[in-house]
């Protein structure tokens, strides 16, 4: 059915370290993800996307990666900074069928000095 | 540049009361989607507007309806009010009827009592 999950509920890193937030989708007909990041008390704000005919897209210190044959999505932020704890969500897209995104649970992400 | 703007920014209701939410789009976006956020989760598409109509919808009753005014402004209204209905609404702005490149609001944060 349509789901959007996360492997990890919190992640907490060291500031200058690389950090991977990881997310399984359910819907092998979804053609685009998005990577959302939320801070508190605010709204979600696009971070990057990717569609489902590529397997790796790089942002300003931001990777994802598609695995289409697992079903496995993942972020990756490169030296991580206090900036960056916020709660992080992936988001899945069927653009033939549905025309709504598909939010998972959210990872939060806890940068240590 | 407005961004999306959503009012109020906190609500506190009892239950069986009625209450109406309020988005505007960011500038140049006529497509309004709200969703559901509980406290800890993704968040949950509501519904979509496009076109003064309501376009998808995700798995919410009918006490959950909207409307979209012509200046593309969107409205949500929650009838019969139900203490699970505590959760930050957010109102998410895009172009052309599509989800893609959506920008969120900050929400309003609804609590039922």
């Known amino acids: 059915g349509e789901n959007v999950g996360l492997h990890l509920p919190t992640l907490s890193v060291q500031e200058g370290d690389n950090s991977i937030i990881n997310c399984a989708y359910s819907?092998?007909?979804?053609?685009?993800f998005i990577w959302y990041k939320q801070e508190s008390g605010k709204g979600p704000q696009f971070i990057i996307d990717i569609r489902s005919n590529m397997d790796k897209r790089q942002g300003q210190r931001v990777t994802v990666l598609l695995n289409k044959t697992v079903k496995h999505l993942s972020l990756q932020i490169a030296a991580t900074q206090p900036g960056d704890s916020a709660v992080y969500f992936c988001a899945d897209l069927f653009s033939g069928g549905y025309n709504k995104l598909i939010f998972g649970a959210g990872t939060r992400l806890a940068v240590h000095p | 540049d407005a961004g999306v703007t959503q009012s109020p920014t906190h609500l506190i209701k009892t239950r069986g009361q009625q209450v109406t939410l309020r988005c505007s789009p960011k500038?140049?976006?006529?497509?309004v989607s709200w969703y559901q956020q509980a406290l800890g989760q993704g968040p949950q598409f509501i519904f979509q507007?496009?076109?003064?109509?309501?376009?998808q919808r995700g798995n919410f009753p009918d006490r959950f309806s909207g409307h979209q005014f012509p200046n593309y402004s969107s409205e949500l209204n929650v009838n019969a009010l139900l203490l699970g209905d505590s959760a930050l609404y957010l109102c998410?702005?895009?172009?052309?009827?599509?989800?893609?490149?959506?920008?969120f609001g900050p929400g309003t944060r609804l609590t039922v009592t």
């Open positions: 500038s140049g976006h006529d497509t």
């Open positions: 819907n092998s007909a979804s053609d685009y």
């Open positions: 998410a702005s895009s172009l052309g009827g599509t989800v893609h490149e959506q920008y």
């Open positions: 507007y496009y076109e003064e109509e309501e376009r």
